[in-house]
C-alpha cells in the first residue's frame, strides 16, 4: 500500500471512530437529557456530590461532547472530558458488575483518548476550519 493510500485510509478510519463514538455518546447524553430524574437518583444513589447538578453537567457533556466528535469540531475540548465520565462510569457503575457490563465503556474511553491524541482527521469541520486560501490567489 502506498503513503497516500495509507493517508486516506488513516482520516477514513477517524472518521469512522468519530461517527460510532460521537453517535453514541449523543444518544446517551440525549437519554439523560429528557429523562434527568433517573440520572439524577442514580448519581445520588451513588454518592457522587451535587448529584442533581452533575447529572446535569455529564448530559451535557455527553451531548454536545458527542456532537463535537461525530463533526470533528475541536475534538481535543470534549474528549478528555467524555473519557473522564467513562473512567468514573467504569469505576462506579460497571467494574463491580464485572468484565461483561464494562466492555463498552471501556472502549469509549480508550477510543475517545485515541481521538484526543489523534485529532479529527481529514474530513471534519476542523480541517474544514483549518484550510486557508492560498495568498497566490
Known sequence: ?????????????????????????????????????????????????VSGL????????????????LTGTYIRIPTPFLAFIMLIAILTVSMPQGFGAMRL???LLLTALALLMLGSGKYSVDQMLNKRPSPNR
Request: aromatic content about 10%; overall charge negative; glycine content about 14%.
Open 1 to 49: 500500500m502506498n503513503q497516500s493510500a495509507s493517508n486516506n485510509y488513516h482520516d477514513l478510519a477517524l472518521l469512522l471512530l468519530r461517527i460510532g463514538v460521537g453517535v453514541i455518546f449523543m444518544l446517551a447524553g440525549w437519554g439523560k437529557l429528557t429523562g434527568i430524574e433517573g440520572p439524577q437518583t442514580m448519581f445520588a444513589d451513588l454518592g457522587i456530590p
Open 105 to 107: 465503556d471501556l472502549l
Open 54 to 69: 452533575m447529572a446535569w453537567v455529564v448530559a451535557i457533556i455527553e451531548f454536545f461532547g458527542g456532537l463535537m466528535v
